[in-house]
């Protein structure tokens, strides 16, 4: 669980550097963006800790996910702000649940895991409403973008689980 975790929020970090990357740096949406990406560099380290503390190996696909994490932030943010947007939507809504499925295997196995993974899942439903608010799904091809990007992230995630 701490693997395929960290892993995504590390994917998490590179999309949202990707994305600010691109974008113009004080446009709304870049300032929504650097916002949440704080939030997850505060996950990551919290899973990196917790992954050394219990001597857990990282995912081997980190250097792909760095790419792949950045390029995929660059690509949206090229389209559009609002695209960039639907990004998050996408990918927050594949996290929460892929986080709510932990906890409910969890059960109350591990309290501490438990409470880092809900207290982060509560940060990922506010990055997915906060993008929605601010016109994700006014994105052009905003269906066939997220269907995408959703498909890409549950690709990613059993990945990490296995590699
Ligand atoms: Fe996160
Ligand atoms: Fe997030």
Redesign the pocket.
Known sequence: MLRVDQA??YG?TRIYAGQLAVLPRNCPEAKLIARMAA??ER??KRFNALMAERRVRPTSLQPLWNVAGFALGAATALMSEKAALACTDAIESE?DKHYSEQLTELGDDDPELGRDISD?RA??LE?RDAARNAGATTALGYPLLSAAIRAGCRVAIGLSKRF
Request: charged share 35%; aromatic share 8%.
């Open positions: 995504g929020e998490a939030q997850e996950h990551l996290i982060f940060d990922e990055h």
